[in-house]
T-cell receptor, first 107, second 115 residues
């Protein structure tokens, strides 16, 4: 079983819509969860971190964590073409990464 | 804003040659990491380093790899005898504290091409 699994996508959404990204993890003892954005050929850029169950909002981004279900998600509201990138879910301080979900926002 | 810097941005080497990838972590950070990303694949943890020694390493980090902090600012990854499959983006990262909620800051990466 992979440590961190994400829908591989690609996910295509129209500009202004909500993009919904999902991630599951295998280590029930995991304490920290991160969403990174990675543009092609660039390094991962941290956009959200979440440590406790529930929702955490930061601008147009909302992260949701459910430890009982070992599930973390990211919502991107009012999607913009500049949000087109690969979104990486990462777990724990050492960062076990998922394979990423590629998002394309259509203008 | 302080950032992690990596040099060179692109390194081309022949199979069997040694390469050294260089990183300057953020100045007040104490924990350092190397990750790699083979083209089209996920980011993979290689090694973590604290207090001048390796704190954790992955299965990928075999005897061909080594890390060093030769002075107060640089953090290097050495690959002794490169193989074709070492071709990848290598990312250096650093964090201020070891706690789980201390964010990791990535450098821009070095693209290593082994021919």
């Amino acid at each position: 079983q992979k440590e961190v699994e994400q829908n591989s996508g690609p996910l295509s959404v129209p500009e202004g819509a909500i993009a919904s990204l999902n991630c599951t993890y295998s280590d029930r003892g995991s304490q920290s969860f991160f969403w990174y954005r990675q543009y092609s050929g660039k390094s991962p850029e941290l956009i959200m971190s979440i440590y406790s169950n529930g929702d955490k909002e930061d601008g147009r981004f909302t992260a949701q964590l459910n430890k009982a279900s070992q599930y973390v998600s990211l919502l991107i509201r009012d999607s913009q073409p500049s949000d087109s990138a690969t979104y990486l879910c990462a777990v724990n301080y050492k960062l076990s990464f998922g394979a990423g979900t590629t998002v394309t926002v259509r203008a | 804003e302080p950032e992690v810097t990596q040099t060179p941005s692109h390194q081309v080497t022949q199979m069997g040659q040694e390469v050294i990838l260089r990183c300057v972590p953020i100045s007040n950070h104490l924990y350092f990491y190397w990750y790699r990303q083979i083209l089209g694949q996920k980011v993979e943890f290689l090694v973590s380093f604290y207090n001048n020694e390796i704190s954790e390493k992955s299965e990928i980090f075999d005897d061909q790899f080594s890390v060093e902090r030769p002075d107060g600012s640089n953090f290097t990854l050495k690959i002794r005898s490169t193989k074709l499959e070492d071709s990848a983006m290598y990312f250096c990262a650093s964090r201020e504290r070891s706690s789980y909620n201390s964010p990791l800051h990535f450098g821009n990466g070095t693209r290593l091409t082994v021919t």
